[in-house]
């Protein structure tokens, strides 16, 4: 009874940590109807300036803890909102998410910049002393805190909502933004406030949180992400469901610790994955559905490189590395061949994401299954038969999560993906018997052709080039085929496509297993080249990053996800080698795709796209000097319909950005 | 009736939807016969639309039954019921926006064509841009259609289907009165080629004039409903366009 005591009182104590985080989620997202994957490392920043008046200028407590969650994080989320969130309005969904989760790579960027990687530890807020109901259970100061803290959160922010005009035009604005502004209200200043509101709960409980776990960016990171689950159970919504969701989830993670038996190590692992497991339980058991009435808009596309087109410069590409490989030192033969793995994992999500429309922040995980399955099957058969079974094992993996996608879409999708992702870090590739040791590395092997051992990197290049040209050969004969123009029928209306005869859940699952396959025998490969592979490799931050290159060169773009690899390659894998500095590497690489990102805010269809219009336009504008010398009217017309009708929109006095790029008519 | 030996294309039976407390339809049928073409009619929030989709599948109504062809398919998912030969339009454009005019008719042409032997995708397609005289917009992107011209693709886009039940929801709206009228023609060739027609309309004139039987909807319940003359004399359907009942209450 005492020991359930103590578990109940730890669990309450976490669970109201995690409420004050989740209603920030919450606040945020049913004003906006963004849903921020940057809340924790916002909060994260929040703590580390916290920490740093604190313990490092020496300021008195109060007045630290005052500053960082009164000023400076309602200052972060009213910079946020006027800087970058309003042009989000008619962003497609992937493109939106990927600013929040750029704002995640910014933040913790900029805690690494400032502060550095090194872990401290928060000193407890009001001290050590606690009170002793009875013998043996001990509450501390810092316990009652945290639960008066989200109670005063919980009856104020209710208070806010129900009782003051500033509620009512905040739910007039969720109601309906337009109506809301004909009746005078400035939705301009609701979302302003509803951003410092969620800000400043998110900095409240890094603040809150940092005396229990070292104060360092993964944990605070990760921390943040359990509250999502609490707000995906109230729905994003609904305040009191996720209070009591989060609560629920605090006792119920504290006791899981307490009474499963710590001998078995998966077991005690489920422990720390519980907030996860809810995520992934409560996208599946509830509706959504808010989100799936939300039309998915979309990113406009080229017209694709025709098969010969790719072919050849497939086949230009094999033969460049073939020379290289000659040419290069095994080093850069190395950095190529992870260039050209990770163009094949940008390949799978252009895939999954650009062409079906379904964001996956799981890709890696797919990756790290490979890696594992050929390793663990290549113990017992020869080398390629235990690739073809990895590959099959992890399409059928793919497909399988895809049944639980099937009802889901945008943001919601994107959560249970991530929720995939991180069990399969918290509880899959921890296990001894999937990478080896905590820490440890897995020894892969390397395939060998024709009895020729392709064990050196140099040896690798070619069949490198080959994947990777091969992939984009079938993402682009997927494209130009009916499957392709099916996945673009379903993500461009999903309601047209069922009605007009397309099987959705089909159509859905061949994708993810389509996508899976792919970035199995990538995750495969990776390892070969590596001859090693660690399941940090495989996190659900490594997915993240990927989504967010891919996205900023265009997410449903061939060309995009080779130079998307480049840019890996050379911010990834060659600064490092420039700049000796791994914690300063780090930040410069976060803050660098988090504000090219932010970058592509108002242009959401990615670099290439446009250079394309760049380009576009500069030759109408030639043609149209040329001919303007000898039939002045008609060059004029001609022109102006050479301009691409995104630009055209953009530049019209008063149009929405990007209102050229949703669909015509729309019936408005 | 002289139809009863004939198996509607389409039997809808006392289809009813709850939104939560409020009865978006409550208790509407509806039968079409091959080659005749019934008008559904009512102001806004009178159910049309939410009828269309219980008819089509998006929507499961929350009791009554749908037949198609004879078939009970009340139960069945939208593409199931596509495939039986049902297509719809929709009255906010769901046009497919990252593809050409042509290709969002002929990926439309190739759903229907993997289910019917003998259906030249390809050909279908261009027949149909050709006859809605949408041909030269083939190459167009979705985004530079004004909305006229994006409700004829949607009818393109349906009847690239060959379906034997058209479903069509405010197909004029925001067409020119030209337009309109070729759309009328058009339509009303589709019904003597013995296609089966639900139109959902505000344009009361166009309706009156192409369809054999209207059933005229408010607050989710049928009106008034028979052929188009008599509802055409029915003082219900003045007091529902023009308020008259409303005028009474107040």
Not at chain 1, 603 to 614: A, E, F
Not at chain 1, 657 to 666: D, F, S
Not at chain 2, 151 to 172: G, I, W
């Amino acid at each position: 009874m005492q020991l359930f005591l103590i578990y109940l009182v730890a669990g309450v104590s976490t669970g109201s940590i995690y409420a004050v985080a989740a209603s920030g989620l919450v606040v945020t997202y049913s004003t906006s109807r963004v849903f921020n994957f940057g809340h924790g490392a916002i909060g994260t920043f929040v703590a580390f300036f916290c920490y740093w008046l604190w313990a490092t200028l020496g300021w008195p407590e109060w007045a630290a803890i005052g500053i960082s969650v009164l000023l400076l994080a309602p200052a972060i989320g009213v910079a946020l909102d006027a800087s970058i969130m309003r042009w989000l309005a008619g962003v497609p969904v992937a493109q939106k998410l990927a600013v929040t989760l750029a704002l995640l790579l910014t933040f913790e960027g900029l805690t690494q910049l400032l502060w550095g990687a090194g872990n401290r530890t928060m000193p407890s807020i009001l001290g050590n002393g606690g009170i002793q109901p009875m013998s043996g259970l001990h509450i501390s100061y810092d316990e009652i805190l945290t639960v008066v803290v989200a109670l005063g959160v919980a009856v104020g922010l209710w208070a806010l909502l129900h009782r003051t005009r500033l509620g009512t035009t905040m739910r007039a604005v969720v109601e309906d933004r337009d109506l809301a502004e004909l009746h005078s209200v400035n939705p301009g200043r609701v979302t302003a406030l509803s951003w410092a509101i969620g800000t400043t709960l998110g900095g409240l409980s890094a603040i809150l949180i940092a005396p229990d776990l070292t104060l360092s960016i993964p944990n605070l990171s990760l921390f943040v992400v359990s509250a999502y689950a609490a707000a995906v159970v109230g729905r994003l919504t609904s305040l009191p469901v996720t209070f009591a969701a989060a609560i629920g989830i605090g006792i119920g993670s504290s006791l899981m610790v307490g009474y499963l038996p710590s001998s078995n190590q998966f077991i005690q692992s489920l422990a720390g994955g519980l907030p996860f497991i809810v995520l992934v339980l409560a996208l599946i058991v509830f509706r959504h559905r808010g989100e799936a009435l939300q039309r998915i808009r979309v990113a406009r596309e080229g017209p694709p490189l025709s098969l010969p087109q790719t072919g050849g410069l497939t086949a230009a590409g094999i033969i460049l590395a073939l020379i290289a490989a000659s040419f290069f030192g095994n080093f850069y033969s190395l950095m190529a061949d992870i260039g050209l793995v990770f163009a094949c994992v940008l390949l799978s999500l252009v895939l999954i994401t650009g062409m079906a429309g379904q964001v996956s922040l799981a890709q890696f995980s797919f990756m790290g299954i490979g890696v594992v399955l050929v390793t663990h099957f290549s113990s017992v058969m020869p080398y390629w038969i235990a690739l073809l079974l990895a590959v099959a094992c992890t399409t059928v993996i793919g497909a399988i999560v895809a049944l639980p996608a099937l009802r889901l879409s945008g943001v919601y999708l994107a959560l249970l993906t991530l929720g995939f992702a991180i069990l399969m870090d918290q509880v899959v590739f921890v296990n001894a018997s999937v990478f080896g040791s905590v820490g440890g590395a897995l020894n892969v092997p390397t395939p060998s052709l024709f009895g020729y051992q392709l064990d050196t990197a140099q040896r690798l290049l070619p069949l490198l080039a080959l994947v990777a040209g091969g992939y984009g050969i079938v993402v682009v004969a997927i494209r130009r085929h009916r499957l392709g123009r099916n996945l673009a029928a379903m993500r461009d209306s999903p309601a047209a496509a069922s009605a007009l005869g397309l099987n959705i859940t089909g159509t859905k699952v061949t994708a993810f297993a389509i996508a899976s396959a792919m970035a199995g025998l990538s995750g495969a490969l990776y390892g070969a080249v590596e001859q090693q592979a660690a399941a940090v490799q495989f996190n659900y931050l490594a997915s993240l990053n990927a989504l967010l290159i891919l996205v900023l060169w265009g997410a449903s773009n061939v060309p995009g996800a080779y130079w998307g690899a480049v840019f890996y390659v050379v911010g990834f894998l060659e600064l490092p080698r420039l700049v000796n500095n791994p914690s300063l590497v780090q930040a410069i690489q976060q803050l660098g795709v988090g504000f090219a990102v932010f970058g592509m805010a108002r242009n959401p269809d990615g670099v290439i796209r446009q250079w394309v219009d760049n380009h576009r336009i500069k030759a109408a504008k030639r043609a149209g000097r040329r001919a303007a010398k000898a039939r002045p009217l008609e060059a004029a017309a001609q022109a102006a319909a050479a301009v691409p009708a995104s630009q055209a929109g953009d530049a019209a006095p008063g149009g929405r950005t990007l209102a050229g790029r949703v669909l015509g008519g729309r019936g408005r | 009736m002289s139809t009863a030996t004939v198996t509607p294309v389409l039997a809808a039976q006392d289809i009813r939807v709850n939104f939560g407390g409020l009865a978006a339809v409550g208790g509407v049928s509806l039968d079409v016969m091959p080659g005749e073409s019934v008008g559904l009619i009512g102001p806004n929030g009178s159910g049309k639309s939410t009828m269309l989709n219980v008819l089509s599948g998006l929507q499961r109504p929350t009791s009554g039954t749908v037949r198609l062809l004879g078939q009970d398919v009340t139960r069945l998912p939208a593409y199931r019921r596509a495939r039986r030969g049902m297509a719809r339009t929709f009255q906010r454009l769901e046009l497919w926006g990252s593809m050409t005019v042509a290709e969002n008719v002929r990926t439309a042409a190739d759903l229907a064509g993997r289910w019917k032997p003998g259906h030249q995708a390809a050909e279908v397609a261009e027949e149909v841009m050709t006859a809605i005289g949408i041909s030269h917009l083939a190459g167009r992107e979705i985004s530079e259609l004004t909305s006229g011209q994006g409700r004829l693709v949607e009818v393109a886009r349906a009847l690239a289907e060959r379906p034997s039940l058209l479903l069509l929801d405010e197909p004029t709206a925001g067409l020119s009165d030209t337009e309109t009228r070729q759309l009328t023609e058009l339509l009303a060739g589709i019904v003597a080629d013995g296609t089966a027609v639900v139109l959902v309309e505000h344009h009361v004139e166009m309706v009156l004039s192409l369809c054999s039987r209207v059933t005229l909807l408010d607050f989710g319940k049928v009106i008034v409903a028979g052929d188009t003359e008599t509802v055409r004399k029915a003082p219900a359907l003045r007091e529902v366009y023009l308020g008259a009942r409303y005028a009474a209450r107040t």
